[in-house]
């Protein structure tokens, strides 16, 4: 299942959790457009990973704990920390960052 923050606390989601994935977005940018399906089919494959969306210009405060500069950008926490980001359009970099967690 995939979580779309509502507010700026992935910080909070990020403690709470064991393993976090996060696609930073924006709704102009047509690379999240076409990668947020694919992510989306990505969480459905793994129960123990918690993933999220974040609005990168509505929630600057969760963009800023990944360091985004660019959009599309990926990135992994565990235990609470950050972990690794990739900026990218491609499905197959998504899936070996994440696989990275394990």
Do not use: H
Request: contains cysteine; aromatic residues 8%.
């Amino acid at each position: 299942m995939v979580q779309e923050l509502e507010q700026d606390n992935l910080q909070e989601i990020i403690n709470n959790n064991d393993t976090v994935v996060v696609q930073y977005s924006a709704t102009w940018c047509g690379n999240c457009r076409i990668m947020k399906p694919k992510f989306k089919k990505l969480a459905s494959e793994m129960d123990q990973t918690t993933f999220v969306i974040a609005d990168a210009e509505k929630f600057p405060e969760s963009r800023k704990l990944a360091k985004v500069d660019n959009l599309p950008t990926f990135a992994t926490f565990k235990k609470g920390d950050f972990v690794n980001q990739v900026q990218t359009n491609k499905f197959e970099i998504l899936k070996d960052l994440v696989n990275t967690l394990n």
